[in-house]
């Protein structure tokens, strides 16, 4: 068993995502999952409280395959303050927290200067690694390829990154590498985009940060699909700093010890 083995990061119908839970966890038994998160978007508190609801009726006791019970809140605001509050978030047993249009569109005036446009995109993934305790995992960063910002990867210095990096360091925040960050950086060539990839996530290898994977699926067909995370693992050759909820690292104690360090 690996970290391979748990997809942190998937999506139901209680948010965007096409299949309800009873669906992925029929994929996550045929796809061999071990373990996985339930991570759908909440943008609100009432969206947060209402999730917690659904969570609330489901039978997990029973269920062929672990699960957890989080959430995936964005950040809010220019100073990375998350969209629900931190007391709600308390509530989830993981909390992943993206960059998405709520961010996005606060960043209209940058648009025709990339360099500026970057040095504030660095400044709030720093603002947000030090505002919010209660989320783990910062999901898919650097996703800032698509509209409306069209940001390639390029600008990101290993300076500007470096800076980044040292943020989540220092409070403990997870760097996500998810298996469809492609889809973030349209406007570039895969090849291009993955050797730029690559070059970031060295950086805050360099700096100390802890990894996780994630599928970031949307329907159950994608749940535990991650050949491209272990891609970058393995072209990387990450030194093991992966981080993998209690519940599942109790499961298998190869697994335990791989990221014991991460305690
Ligand atoms: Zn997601």
Redesign the pocket.
């Known amino acids: 068993m690996s970290i391979f083995d748990f997809d942190l ?3 139901t119908q209680y948010s965007d995502g096409r299949n309800n839970v009873a669906e992925m966890l029929n994929a996550a038994e045929a796809n061999g999952v071990a373990g996985f998160v339930l ?1 759908d ?1 909440v943008f609100t508190n009432q969206q947060a409280e209402k999730l917690l609801e659904e969570y609330g009726s489901l039978e997990r006791d029973t269920a062929p395959v672990p699960y957890l019970f989080g959430c ?1 809140t964005a950040v809010g605001t220019l100073d990375g303050k998350a969209c629900v509050s931190q007391e709600m978030l308390e509530k989830f047993e993981l909390v ?1 927290m ?1 960059c998405n249009n709520i961010l996005f569109s606060q960043l209209k005036d940058f648009s025709g200067n990339p360099e500026t446009l970057c040095d504030r995109l660095c400044d709030t993934l720093i603002a947000a690694a030090g505002n919010n305790p209660a989320v783990t995992i910062m ?2 960063p650097f996703n800032f390829g698509r509209n409306p910002l069209n940001l390639s990867l390029k600008y990101f210095t290993d300076e500007r990154v470096g800076k980044v990096a040292e943020a989540f360091r220092k409070n403990g925040k997870v760097f996500e590498i ?1 298996n469809q960050m492609y889809y973030w950086h349209d406007g570039t060539a895969f090849a291009e985009f993955h050797r730029e990839y690559l070059r970031i996530v060295k950086v805050f290898d360099r700096a100390g940060v802890t990894f996780s994977v ?1 599928s ?1 699926a ?1 329907s159950c067909c994608g749940i535990g699909n991650l050949p491209w995370c272990r891609r970058v693992v393995d072209e990387l050759k990450l030194s093991g700093r992966f981080f993998l909820p209690e519940v599942f690292r109790s499961q298998n104690k190869a697994v335990a010890e791989s990221t014991a360090a991460n305690k």
């Open positions: 990061h998937t999506h991570a978007h995936e992943l993206d999901a898919h998810m994630g970031d949307h």
